[in-house]
Each structure stands twice: as structure tokens, then as C-alpha cells.
């Protein structure tokens, strides 16, 4: 644990404001649920929840799934981490941050495709390697009750490969089904 060395009282109803800097260094947004822990030395740490890293296991079977139906890197994001990954380096992008234009394209609920062999990718991780950039791409947000939780990312293994509708629709599917799990 990283000592702060920033102090805090608590308030009459018990609440402790969490410092801008820290919010700002954790992107921790207003209205973000925190997670709370105690050990047993007494300490209390917050963490930020992540709805679908409930799901992990289940996240890496359907992401093993879809690499072995589409024969692409399929990933598994919730909004600050990639939760699972098949087909590709786990070590490449496992529990790694993602990239602020992945954190933005999702913010923005947008739906991303890159289908032509044109340089244009989009980085998914934050330490992406620029040298190893995967043109072809599907990025489709994961929606559970109208709030975006995540996303289901392919990534085509051969420069050569485009991605096709039948890819879009499979990323669809999946997101669509795993934002449906959130909401039973």
C-alpha cells in the first residue's frame, strides 16, 4: 500500500472526502461506486467496483468462445481494465489499463470499426505497443441499465484481415449478452 501522506477527518455522518488528486490520479468520477474492504489490522480500503469484473470467470469462457468462432483476439473489458482475453498474449493485455481513447469511446457509448487494412487502429491498452498495432478492430460498449459497464473488443490476428458485419453482430451479441447478465 502507497502512503499519501494526506489526512482526513470524518464527519458527523461518518463520511470521508476522498482528495481531487486522487480522484483525478484513480479516475474516480462522481457518483462512481467504491468497493470497501476492512483486514485485520484495522484497515479500511476502497476500491473502485467494477460490476462486470463480477462476471471475470464467465467473461474469460465467452472471450475463449468468440476467439475460437471468429479465429480473432477477443477481449473483455470492464471500464478501467481488460477482465479477458483469448486468442492473443495474455500478458500483453491482461489486467492491463485501458487507453484513454478506449475509456472515451466508451464514455461516449460509441460503437468502433476499423474494417480497412488503413493504419488506423485504435490502442487498447495504455502501454500498447505502437509497433504492434492491430489494424483491424471492433470495439462494441457492454450497457447494463443504460449505463455503459465495459466492452467486447476483436482484434484481428493477420494484418491482412478485415473485419465484416458477421464480426460487428458477434461483438454485438456478446456485448449485448453480457450487459443482460448484469441486469438479472
Known amino acids: 500500500m502507497k502512503a499519501t501522506g494526506v489526512v482526513r477527518r ?3 455522518l461518518g463520511r470521508v472526502v476522498i ?3 486522487i480522484r483525478k490520479t484513480l479516475h474516480i468520477k462522481e457518483g462512481a461506486p467504491l468497493e470497501i474492504f476492512t483486514d485485520k489490522e484495522g484497515e479500511i480500503i476502497l476500491k473502485k467496483y467494477s460490476p462486470i469484473g463480477e462476471l471475470s470467470e464467465f467473461a474469460s469462457g465467452y472471450a475463449e468462445t468468440l476467439s475460437k468462432t471468429t479465429g480473432h483476439i477477443a477481449c473483455i473489458t470492464d471500464k478501467d481494465t481488460v477482465i479477458a482475453v483469448s ?4 500478458k500483453e493485455y ?3 489499463n485501458l487507453s484513454e481513447e478506449l475509456e472515451q469511446l466508451m464514455e461516449d457509448k460509441e460503437i468502433y470499426t476499423s474494417s480497412e487494412n488503413n493504419n488506423v487502429a485504435l490502442p487498447i491498452t495504455k ?3 505502437k ?3 492491430y489494424n483491424s478492430q471492433v470495439v462494441y460498449p457492454i450497457i447494463s441499465d443504460g449505463d455503459v459497464i465495459g466492452s467486447v473488443v476483436l482484434l484481428a490476428k493477420e494484418n491482412t484481415t478485415k473485419m465484416t458485419d458477421v464480426e460487428k453482430k458477434v461483438a454485438q451479441s456478446a456485448a449485448s449478452f453480457l ?3 448484469m441486469e438479472i
Not at 87 to 90: F, L, R
Open 179 to 181: 450487459g443482460s447478465q
Open 131 to 133: 509497433d504492434k498495432i
Open 10 to 12: 470524518i464527519d458527523d
Open 94 to 96: 491482461l489486467e492491463q
Open 127 to 129: 502501454n500498447d505497443n
Open 19 to 21: 482528495p481531487k488528486e
Open 87 to 90: 486468442g492473443g498474449s495474455k
